[in-house]
């Protein structure tokens, strides 16, 4: 009997160790398919792939901006943050500096949609969003209003996005269709609203919430940053049926 029981005693034992074994080999597996997400900011791109992929990270540009600090061509920011502890294979997002803004917003409003795409291109710049709105009095196709204004100062990004006049819609009811404006800055979305015969009422400021980056599995491409002055809900919402006059509320990125 007691050999039994110090036969069973030394398996138990055993199955203990076993087990702590098969944890320990468990918990250095799971943190040796973990890394550190590295300081990227002010290395060139070139830089900036290299020591991701030694980290066997992905690293991808979502964003352009001007920096009178940062020279072109180098990283602006990034998204996680340096320190963050990620698995192998993680998609790193970048913002390339375009350094110092040299070109000047140029004046668009009242040109030729077509023409005002072409000054955009050829001043170096980038095409942004696109808007259309009914218009009684422009011609149609024209450029209603510009985003930047003409020699805005302190621009961030070098896109211009438009809106565009198209021909009147008329309707015996007087109704109009609420235009989206998620996606815009506040000062487009006034312009729209303002066109529109709508009346912006209140907006309120949140901060946004931050947009997951992605799984090591994920094949889908990351979202773009969501930036402050950006709108990002609107009453009504787009599609609605409103009519001249009518009160619109907006929330606006913080």
Known sequence: MTSLFRALSLLLLLACVALASAILTMKLVIHSAEVTIPNLKGKTLSQAHRQAAALQLDVRIVNHLYSPTIPAGRVLNQSPAPGTTVRIGWHMQITESLGPRTTSIPT???????????????????????????????????????????????????????????????????????????????????QILTHAGLKLTSFRRIYPAIRPIGSVS?????????????????????????????????????
């Open 218 to 254: 994920s094949t889908a491409p990351p979202q773009q940053p969501i930036l402050p002055g950006t709108v990002i809900a609107q009453t009504p919402p787009s599609g609605y049926r409103v009519k001249p006059g009518d009160s619109v509320t907006l929330t606006v990125a913080k």
């Open 108 to 190: 668009l409003t009242g040109e030729p949609s077509n023409i005002a795409i072409r000054q955009i291109r050829q001043s170096g710049l980038q095409l942004g969003s696109l808007a259309y709105l009914p218009s009684q009095t422009a011609t149609s196709g024209a450029v209603l209003a510009q985003s930047p204004q003409a020699g805005a100062l302190g621009v961030a990004s070098p896109r211009i996005s438009l809106l565009i006049a198209t021909p009147p819609v008329h309707n015996s009811a007087q109704t109009l269709v609420m235009p989206a404006l998620k996606g815009q800055t506040l000062l487009k979305a006034r």
